[in-house]
C-alpha cells in the first residue's frame, strides 16, 4: 500500500511575490518624502520629550540642596533654550512639503499640465490669460474644496473650475503678485495625498516684477517647471527669469517640458528635426547657461508632451472611458509615455530634492543639539562621579578617624585613671604625713596663741572657741603651705597632660578653644579638721594639785588616765560621749580581753590605797616605824621642808600657771584626737584631687563626645550623598545613552535619506 504526498503548488507564492514586486514599482517616490518626513518628526517629537526629560532633571539637580552644585545655570538655561528651538522646529518640520513651481509665458498650458497631473481639472484652464494671480494648490483632508486668499482666513466655497475661474476673476483685489491657496480634497487627487504642493503662477511676460515672484514664492521651490510652447522655440523672457532664478538659488532643480507637441502630428517629416531642434536649444540652456545640470542628465530634464491630451485621456479613464477615446492626435501613446516619464522623473527629483533641502539642515541642526545635551549628561555624570567619590573618601576618612577616637579614648581613658589613681595616693600619703608631722607640733602652735585667760566657766568657754577657730586656721594655713602648692602643681600637671592627650582627638576649630570651653578654674584643697566639734568633749583640769601630792606622784608613774582609775575606782570602759568628728575606719580596734603590765601595777596600787584608806592603823604603824627609824628631827625638817614647798606652789599657781596647765591638757587631748582623722583627712584631700581631675576629663570626653557626633552625623549625610549621586548618576548617564541613541537615529535618517539624495 503506498501513500501519496502532495507538494503544495509554488503558484501562489510566486503569484504573491510578483504582486509584491508589482506594489514596490507602483509605489510613487513622492513617498520617500512622506516617509522622511514621518520619521525625522517622529525623532524631533522624542528629541522634545527628551530635551524636557533632561531640562526637568537638571534643574531639580541645580536646585537640590543637599548636593554640591553638579549642573550649573548656564547647562539649565542651554537645555531650555533648546526645548524652545526643538519646538520651533517641529512646527516647521509639521508644515514642510514638497513644492514645485509652473512658469512659462501666458497660454503655454501651465494649468493645463497641472490639471494633467492632478488627473482633474483642478484649475481654470483655456484660451486666454485664464491664470492672474498664484495659485497654490494642496489637498484637504475634507470633501470639497475652497479657497484662501492671502491675508484672509474665510473659506471661500468653490464646487466647480468654472466657477473657481469666475471666483478669481470677479477679486478685483487680486494682482499678479497675489497668493490663492486652492485646498482640494485629497480624496479627488492621488498626488495632493503625498505633502506635494503646486504653485501655478502667471504667465512671465504679464509682470516686470520678477525678483519680487522670485523672493516671495520661489525660495523655497524644490523643483522649477518650465512649461514652453512647443510650436515656438525658448523666448529671452523666460531665460531671463530663470537666470535671475540660478542667481538666488544654488543648483536649482529644473525641468524643461515642451507643451503642445500633438501638433507635431500635422507634419510627420518634420517631427524628428524639430524636436532635435528643441533638444539642443534646452540642453544648452540648461548645461551652457544655467549650469545646473551635465549633458549626460539633460535628457532627463526635457519633455515632449501634450498636456492637454494626456488630461482629457485621464478624465476620460476616471469616468470609466477608454483613454485613447475621442479625437486624439497620431503618436498620442508616445506623448502619454512621454508625459508619465516626466512625472516618474520628476516624482523621483522633487522627493530626493525636498528630502535634502527641508530636512537636512534641520537634521545637522537636531544632531548638534543632541550631541550638545549628550556633552552636558557626561559633564553632569562626571560631575557626579568626582562628587561622589569625594564623598566616600570623605566617609571613609570620618569612619577612621572615629575609629581612631574610639581606640585613643580608651587608651587615654585607662592612662588618666592611672595618673587620677597615682596623683590621689601621693595626694594622700603628702597630706597624711604632713599633718602628723603638724600634730606633733602642735603645741607650738598653742603657745603661740594668745588671749586674755580667766578660770571662769564663761570665759573658758570663750576661751576653747577661739583657740579652737585659732588652731584649725594655723593647721589650715601650714597645711596649705607646705601641700597646696605642690599638690596644685601635679594637678595642673596632670590635667595639661590630659588636655594635651585628648587634644589629637579633637577638631582643629575646638583645639584652639578648648582652654575656653574646658575652664580650669584656681583649685585649692580645704582642710576640714573641725576642731570644735573634735575637742568639744574636753575637760580641762585648772584646779590645784600639790607636787608631791599623792595623787601627782601616782600621777607621774601611771598617767593621768591610769591615775584617776586607780584612785577613783572606775573603770575606763563607761560609756563616755562620742566625738563629733568623724574617726577613720581604717584605725585598729582596741584590745579587749588582754590586760598589759600597766593595768596590772594599777590593780596592785589599787588595791593599796584601797586598804590604807579602809583604817588609819596603817598610818600610825607606818608613822612609828619611820619614827623610830630616823628620829623626830629629821622628821621636822623634812615636814618643814614639804610645807615650804606646799606654800611655794600654792602661791605661784597664778592665772598664767592655770593658762599654761590649760594649754598643756589641751594639746595632750588635740593630739590624740587629730591622730583620729589623720586618715580621713588624706582621704578627703586625695578625693578633691580625684574629682577635679575627673571633673576635667569629662568635659574632655563631652567635647570628644561630640566630635565624636559631629563624624557619625558627617558619616551619615556622606551616606544621604552617595545615594542621591547614585541616583543621579544613573539618571545622568541613562539621558547621556539615550541621547547617543537619537544620535544614531538621525545617523540612520541621514543615511537612509540624505545620503541617498546626494
Known amino acids: 500500500m503506498s501513500v501519496s504526498v502532495s507538494r503544495p503548488s509554488p503558484l501562489p507564492f510566486q503569484c504573491k511575490k510578483k504582486k509584491r514586486a508589482m506594489a514596490e514599482i507602483n509605489v510613487s ?36 540642596e543637599q548636593l554640591d552644585p553638579v549642573a550649573t545655570e548656564e547647562q539649565v538655561q542651554e537645555v531650555c533654550g533648546y526645548l524652545s528651538k526643538v519646538a520651533g522646529i517641529g512646527e516647521v518640520l509639521a508644515r514642510r512639503h514638497m513644492k514645485v513651481v509652473f512658469f512659462g509665458r501666458t497660454s503655454n498650458g501651465k494649468s493645463s499640465v497641472i490639471n494633467a497631473m492632478l488627473c ?66 485629497k480624496a479627488k487627487c492621488a498626488l495632493l495625498r503625498d505633502d506635494l504642493v503646486l504653485l501655478d503662477s502667471p504667465g512671465i511676460d504679464v509682470t516686470t516684477e520678477l525678483d519680487s515672484w522670485i523672493d516671495k514664492f520661489c525660495l523655497d521651490a524644490d523643483v522649477f517647471v518650465l512649461v514652453a510652447n512647443s510650436e515656438s522655440t525658448l523666448m529671452q523672457t523666460e531665460k531671463s527669469f530663470f537666470h535671475k532664478v540660478n542667481e538666488r538659488l544654488s543648483s536649482p532643480n529644473i525641468f524643461i517640458l515642451n507643451n503642445r507637441w500633438d501638433a507635431s502630428a500635422s507634419e510627420p517629416e518634420y517631427m524628428e528635426e524639430v524636436r532635435r531642434q528643441h533638444m539642443d536649444r534646452c540642453t544648452n540652456f540648461l548645461v551652457d547657461e544655467l549650469g545646473v545640470v551635465d549633458r549626460a542628465q539633460a535628457s532627463d530634464r526635457i519633455f515632449f508632451v501634450s498636456a492637454k491630451e494626456v488630461l482629457q485621456a485621464r478624465v476620460q479613464k476616471a469616468q470609466g472611458m477608454p483613454e485613447s477615446g475621442g479625437a486624439l492626435a497620431e503618436g498620442f501613446q508616445a506623448r502619454m509615455f512621454e508625459f508619465q516619464n516626466f512625472e516618474r522623473r520628476f516624482e523621483e527629483c522633487i522627493s530626493q530634492s525636498a528630502v535634502k533641502t527641508k530636512f537636512e539642515q534641520h537634521t ?83 603657745d603661740d596663741f594668745h588671749m586674755d585667760f580667766h578660770p571662769s566657766p564663761v570665759v573658758l568657754k570663750v576661751y576653747k572657741n577661739e583657740l579652737h577657730r585659732y588652731i584649725e586656721e594655723g593647721l589650715g594655713k601650714t597645711m596649705s603651705e607646705r601641700c597646696s602648692s605642690s599638690i596644685t602643681c601635679a594637678l595642673q600637671a596632670t590635667q595639661t597632660d590630659m588636655i594635651e592627650g585628648l587634644k589629637p582627638l579633637l577638631p582643629n576649630s575646638v583645639r584652639e578653644q578648648v582652654d575656653k570651653i574646658v575652664p580650669r578654674q584656681f583649685f585649692s584643697l580645704t582642710y576640714d579638721l573641725a576642731c570644735d566639734k573634735l575637742c568639744s568633749d574636753f575637760q580641762e583640769d585648772i584646779s590645784f594639785h600639790f607636787s608631791l ?41 582596741f584590745p579587749q580581753s588582754s590586760m598589759t603590765q600597766e593595768e596590772l601595777m594599777v590593780t596592785m596600787v589599787t588595791g593599796l590605797a584601797s586598804l590604807t584608806s579602809r583604817t588609819s592603823m ?41 593658762e599654761r596647765a590649760f594649754k598643756r591638757q589641751f594639746v595632750e587631748y588635740a593630739c590624740e584626737k587629730l591622730q583620729l582623722i589623720v586618715s580621713y583627712t588624706g582621704s578627703n584631700c586625695s578625693h578633691q584631687v580625684q574629682q577635679e581631675l575627673s571633673s576635667v576629663f569629662a568635659q574632655l570626653c563631652q567635647q570628644v563626645d561630640v566630635t565624636r557626633q559631629n563624624l557619625e552625623d558627617e558619616v551619615n549625610e556622606m551616606n544621604r550623598k552617595i545615594e542621591l549621586l547614585d541616583i543621579l548618576q544613573g539618571k545622568a548617564k541613562l539621558l547621556r545613552n539615550k541621547a547617543g541613541w537619537l544620535d544614531s537615529e538621525l545617523n540612520m535618517f541621514t543615511q537612509q535619506y540624505l545620503q541617498q539624495s546626494k
Open 29 to 64: 517616490p513622492l513617498k520617500h518624502f512622506v516617509t522622511a518626513k514621518k520619521k525625522i518628526n517622529g525623532i524631533f517629537e522624542q528629541l522634545g520629550t527628551y530635551i524636557k526629560e533632561s531640562a526637568a532633571f537638571l534643574e531639580d539637580t541645580y536646585k537640590n
Open 120 to 185: 482633474d481639472k483642478v484649475l481654470p484652464s483655456g484660451i486666454g490669460h485664464t491664470t492672474n494671480c498664484f495659485l497654490r494648490v494642496e489637498g484637504t483632508d475634507g470633501g470639497e474644496g475652497f479657497l484662501l486668499t492671502e491675508g484672509s482666513e474665510d473659506r471661500k466655497s468653490i464646487t466647480t473650475v468654472n466657477q473657481l475661474a469666475h471666483a478669481l476673476h470677479q477679486d478685483v483685489d487680486l494682482d499678479a503678485g497675489s497668493l490663492v491657496c486652492v485646498m482640494w480634497p
Open 364 to 446: 545637522v541642526r537636531a544632531k548638534q543639539i543632541s550631541e550638545a545635551l549628550r556633552r552636558i549628561m557626561d559633564l553632569v555624570h562626571i560631575a557626579a562621579q568626582e562628587q561622589r567619590l569625594y564623598c566616600v573618601n570623605t566617609k571613609e576618612d570620618r569612619q577612621q578617624r572615629l575609629e581612631f577616637i574610639e581606640q585613643q579614648l580608651d587608651l587615654l581613658t585607662m592612662d588618666c585613671k592611672a595618673k587620677i589613681k597615682k596623683i590621689t595616693e601621693e595626694v594622700e600619703r603628702q597630706v597624711t604625713n604632713t599633718m602628723a608631722e603638724e600634730i606633733r607640733k602642735l603645741h607650738v602652735l598653742v
Open 549 to 589: 601630792g599623792w595623787t601627782m606622784l601616782v600621777n607621774r608613774f601611771l598617767g593621768p588616765k591610769n591615775t584617776r582609775r586607780a584612785l577613783m575606782g572606775y573603770n575606763d570602759q563607761v560609756p563616755r560621749p562620742m566625738a563629733l568628728t568623724p574617726v577613720s575606719t581604717s584605725m585598729p580596734p
Open 618 to 658: 596603817g598610818v600610825l604603824v607606818v608613822g612609828g616605824v619611820i619614827w623610830k627609824a630616823v628620829g623626830w628631827r629629821l622628821i621636822a625638817l623634812s615636814l618643814g621642808l614639804y610645807g615650804l614647798l606646799y606654800v611655794y606652789e600654792r602661791l605661784t599657781w597664778t592665772t598664767k600657771a592655770k
